[in-house]
């Protein structure tokens, strides 16, 4: 193959404590350390071992977001990707921006550079929709495979066999390139780059494009009408004997 | 309390609360305290300072000598909320970190940044609990201990004030030093709420290799040649027959388990930036241990593998009580200059074997710091139990004659208290009480550790 994309998210940190802001209207962002989404990070490193096997030439990262999702996509460089292209825009990539626009938006950077391979996470741990991967393959009219847990591209690199994870096990489907493939989480353990590498990356080319230039409707389709954290755990309760735990259970619980 | 922070007096909480992973029993609080912040551990100690009820950080529980022990009862304060990172400057190369953040945890935060918090004791512990302690580990040799990695710290003092140690610059000259005064007093003088911590790059090249010797003396003195070499080996471990037979015997049932050959070994890792620099180290590395009677190099270059190796090094102490059943020990930790390793490892070998009790010895030779572990059960006779404490009270002057410390590394908890006193000297042990008192004239803070202070 001659060039793999991958699309890179920038989110709330996974270890971080979310709050939900005081108004209810979404996670609080400020001052909120954000990091690469983790099936990011696998999808980075998928594309950077087929490089490195050969079956590619040049990988070449992608983002939607604000200025910040510069680090985010310099953390892929510094991965090993070669190139990478930052699509800027505002809009809370969270809940403001749909996974609609974000596919059609990643539609416009395929047209753009012709990629035999199109790797992304299978969903980001802010919005959890795990559509934009399906949406991406159906706008472009290619085959898609979810949930990769293995990929292995052909020597021609024709087609793809892929591994999918599924509610009863696994399943295998093969498909022809180019397609659209989402990384599931047992598809590798990413690496993580040195500092001799971070230092390169921030030598590597970087495009930066406007959402609002590559004519798609970016307005929403799904408004989040409000945001609120869990119900704080109750206190457990301390039973007296088996008889007081099976009673709960069947009378409070309503679980037997 | 409860106005404060949540809290528990469930019986299992607090059993956990007062037992560490040492053969300690479990001398638990009257209450454990949630905090969720440094105020919160602050409003809890101004009220157990005005009640006068004793006070004692809770990490993770991993300490090694009855540190966490509540032998006058009162608060034990569980930083387990305070698990975030509150600052990360790669451009400095060093992090703040809330003190109930695990090291792991520290180094999943820094993963995209090149850097790490190089500090290893094996088990998972909060960055708090390893300041408190003044951890060290495997990668001591090369990187120093937690007194070389923390910058700074936020301490609650006895009677709920704030301070702040240390800064963002390298150095300071600026008045006492009062972070090394905190780092390893194990909770005596006031409560670790946030540590700053120098970082390191990630090495670029690292390679593992193991080295056997018919003779431990041949080991130690393999381990001297490679220090004296001038070769900055990153982790240098000293494993001995037993150890690896216990070692054997318990990973057996891993099917991916290779059993180790039964005989003394080294344990060798080197970090470079570049492979042909590690090459060259490690080149000379083995070409001294080939020299003092080593054969059988074998390398792992293979991350997967070298993971798995300090794993199993760190499993060591538990293969060892697995030697029994149930079993318990002793876990002593001496450390000695390097040029008495060879002596006071061959004595207390030979010592183990004599008194014919379970003793496997391993442990950060490049640091001249080894660890007997003195193995029992309940179910061993009385007179067993007496050789064992004979044996580890004999390698204690062993150490001391040779000018080393009782403990390297584990500190002094509950357990060593009694050798502080002969290794520091009464006027020493003044010393440290004046300072105790300066800082916690009611004796609140976690009393009965360290030294016996008058209170």
Redesign the interface.
Known sequence: MRKVLVGVKRVV?Y???VRVSADKSGVELANT?M??NPFCEIAVEEAIRLKEKGAAEEVVAVSIGPKQAQETLR?AL?MGCDRAIHVQTDIRSDQGLNPLAIAQLLEKVVEKESPDLVIVGKQSIDGDHATTAPMLAELLGWSQATFAARLDVAADGASAEVERETDAGTEVVKLPLPAVISADLRLNTPR???????MKAKKKPLEALEAADLGVDLAPTLVVTGVAPPPDRAAGV?VESVDDLVDKLKNEAAVI | LKAICGTSTTPDVLARHGKDESYHPSVPPDVVAFPKSTADVSAVARLCHDRRVPLVPFGVGTSLEGHIQHPYGGVSLDLGSLDQMVSEFPDDMDCRAQAGMTRSAVNAALRHTGLEFTVDPGADATVGGMAACGASGTTAVRYGTMRDAVLGLTVVLADGSVIETGGRARKSSAGYDLTKLFVGSEGTLGIITEVALRLHPQPTAVAAATARFDDLDDAVAAVHAILLHGIPVARCELLDAPTLAAFNAYNKNDPAFRPQEVTPSLFLEFHGLSDAVLKEEADLALEACVDAGGRDVAWASDEAERHKLWAARHSTYYASCALKRDGKAIVTDACVPISKLAEVVRDTAADVEKMDVVGPIFGHAGDGNFHCILVYNDDDPPEYLERLHDVSARLIDRTLAAGGTCTGEHGVGSGKKKYVLRERGAAGVAAMAAVKHALDPQGIMNPGKVFDAPS
């Open positions: 940190d270890a971080v404590r350390k990091s690469m953390s510094a993580y780059p040195k500092l001799p590498n971070i301390t």
